[in-house]
């Protein structure tokens, strides 16, 4: 059985940093591809960004320069640094994996407070 737990969540004050993590436990085989999104109170979830099995990243516009996702393949690890937060970055933050686009989990998700 996948699973997914994600950690590092919190409260924050603006132009802060946080660091999430993500551990992938089971038996995986395939193309995996990780990436974050995040929900807010009242709005659809949102794709944050994603890092695929050859390292490519790639990132919502609302993050871009500010986040940056990595993973350690050998681990199961995936983290989204996050920095120059803003309150509107509050949200549940979700790790996913896609493994070649036919299977998709998800984590059970961490809190994020951007608050002064």
């Known amino acids: 059985q996948v699973q997914l737990v994600e950690s590092g969540g919190g409260v924050v004050q603006p132009g802060g940093s946080l660091n999430l993590s993500c551990a992938v436990s089971?038996?995986?085989?395939?193309?995996?591809?990780m990436a974050w999104y995040r929900q807010a109170p009242g709005k659809p979830r949102e794709w944050v960004a994603r890092?695929?099995?050859?390292?490519?990243?790639s990132y919502g516009d609302s993050v871009k320069g500010r986040f940056s996702i990595s993973r350690d393949n050998a681990k199961d690890l995936v983290d989204l640094q996050m920095s120059s937060l803003k309150p509107e970055d509050t949200a549940v933050y979700y790790c996913?994996?896609?493994?070649?686009?036919?299977?998709?989990?998800w984590g059970q998700g961490t809190q994020v407070t951007v608050s002064s």
């Open positions: 996913n994996l896609n493994i070649a686009g036919v299977y998709e989990y």
């Open positions: 089971g038996n995986i085989f395939g193309i995996r591809t």
């Open positions: 890092v695929r099995s050859d390292g490519h990243t």
